[in-house]
């Protein structure tokens, strides 16, 4: 199994940064992806940003130029850098890791995990 642990929310004043990351950890062969996925109340979950294992990202249009995603495959770990933010970016923020797992069977197998979610709230 593998879990993801996110940090880095919590509180900003509009134009303000904010940076969030999330480790997996346990089986891990490869991270083949990461990203990160938002949901406002009574709103759908939404992407935000993604990043292949690779490198390549792309973004959703109402953060590019503002967002920045990267990732460190020594750490199996994503970063999200949050510039100039906007009331409108408040949600709760989900990281999401598209896995190649080992087994101790050396079998490796794809599989998606989903974070807890972290809020993030922008003031005025």
């Known amino acids: 199994q593998v879990q993801l642990v996110e940090s880095g929310g919590g509180l900003a004043q509009a134009g303000g940064s904010l940076r969030l990351s999330c480790a997996a950890s346990?089986?891990?062969?490869?991270?083949?992806?990461m990203a990160w996925y938002r949901q406002a109340p009574g709103k759908q979950r939404d992407l935000v940003a993604r990043?292949?294992?690779?490198?390549?990202?792309n973004y959703a249009d109402s953060v590019k130029g503002r967002f920045t995603i990267s990732i460190d495959n020594a750490k199996n770990t994503v970063y999200l850098q949050m510039n100039s933010l906007k009331p409108e970016d408040t949600a709760v923020y989900y990281c999401?890791?598209?896995?190649?797992?080992?087994?101790?069977?050396?079998?490796?197998?794809?599989?998606?995990?989903w974070g807890p979610g972290t809020q993030v709230t922008v003031s005025t």
């Open positions: 346990g089986s891990i062969f490869a991270v083949n992806a």
């Open positions: 999401y890791a598209d896995v190649r797992t080992i087994a101790p069977t050396a079998e490796l197998n794809d599989y998606d995990y």
């Open positions: 990043i292949s294992g690779g490198g390549y990202t």
